[in-house]
């Protein structure tokens, strides 16, 4: 398995950047055009790339021998993205007003930008130091 290591790691890398790209685009959708939000490809398209994203997150977690609670910064990610998930809620589905939902969405691709900082340092905080 450890010879595909490269090709997971490019998979990873690329539905994670599909996945923030369809997360920003549903939000602008969302401050703009929100009837876009129905159409069944948005809602559908974007659980299966979070489902690749995820699965080649924990194959390469198994490949490098990296687990959260065990390694510092993978626990960084994995709580990060809790955090991710539930600030996209918001912004996208339970936010009650639009300021709500703005502040969620900005908030939210912060938490992506550190969990990408995280991954490329291996540190959980990326930016000090």
Do not use: N
Request: hydrophobic letters at 60%.
């Amino acid at each position: 398995m450890a010879e595909y290591y490269t090709l997971i790691k490019h998979v990873h890398q690329g539905s994670a950047l599909l996945s923030v790209g369809l997360f920003m685009l549903r939000g602008i959708w969302m401050m703009t055009a929100p009837a876009r939000l129905q159409r069944q490809w948005v809602r559908v398209l974007p659980h299966v790339v979070d489902t690749v994203l995820l699965a080649s997150a924990v194959l390469l977690a198994w490949l490098i021998a990296q687990y959260p609670f065990v390694h510092g910064w993978i626990t960084a990610k994995v709580v990060a993205l809790v955090v991710y998930i539930v600030l996209g809620s918001i912004a996208l589905k339970r936010g009650r007003t639009l300021g709500i939902r703005i502040t969620a969405w900005v908030g939210a691709l912060a938490v992506f930008a550190y969990i990408v900082l995280v991954a490329v340092t291996r540190d959980v905080t990326p930016l000090v130091g």
